[in-house]
């Protein structure tokens, strides 16, 4: 179990760590600037199937990729998941589901939420 967590917790490190910081008028940035220092909000680990699970017995996890910044709803941010296990170097993770993005209101803000589905814990 703690080393899964480490795991993910490396994942959130490296994602964050591998983000631009965004510069200059938000008109002319990049999506992924715009998301600037976006953070992993919910972890959501289960059997591969949609069940809940214990982090320790999970298969995969889904993610959920929250902006710490003022952006568009309507804007794709373009983010991309890196995982690093151990001590090995961070990898792209490409998600047996969809990446999608899809809008949340939390304490009645809304806001672009960034759900990446199905990535192998």
Excluded at 1 to 22: D, E, G, I, N, W
């Amino acid at each position: 179990m703690l080393r899964k967590l480490k795991f993910y917790m490396m994942a959130l490190l490296t994602a964050l760590s591998a983000l631009p910081l965004a510069a200059g008028s938000a008109a002319a940035q990049e999506p992924a600037q715009l998301w600037q220092q976006p953070r992993i909000s919910i972890v959501w680990p289960h059997d591969g199937q949609g069940n809940p699970t214990p982090v320790g017995k999970s298969r995969m996890v889904n993610v959920s990729v929250w902006p710490s910044n003022q952006v568009a709803c309507c804007q794709d941010p373009g983010l991309a998941l890196l995982v690093a296990k151990d001590n090995e170097p961070a990898e792209v993770v490409q998600p047996y589901g969809r990446v999608q993005v899809i809008e949340r209101t939390v304490r009645g803000i809304t806001f672009p939420s960034v759900e990446f589905n199905n990535i192998p814990a």
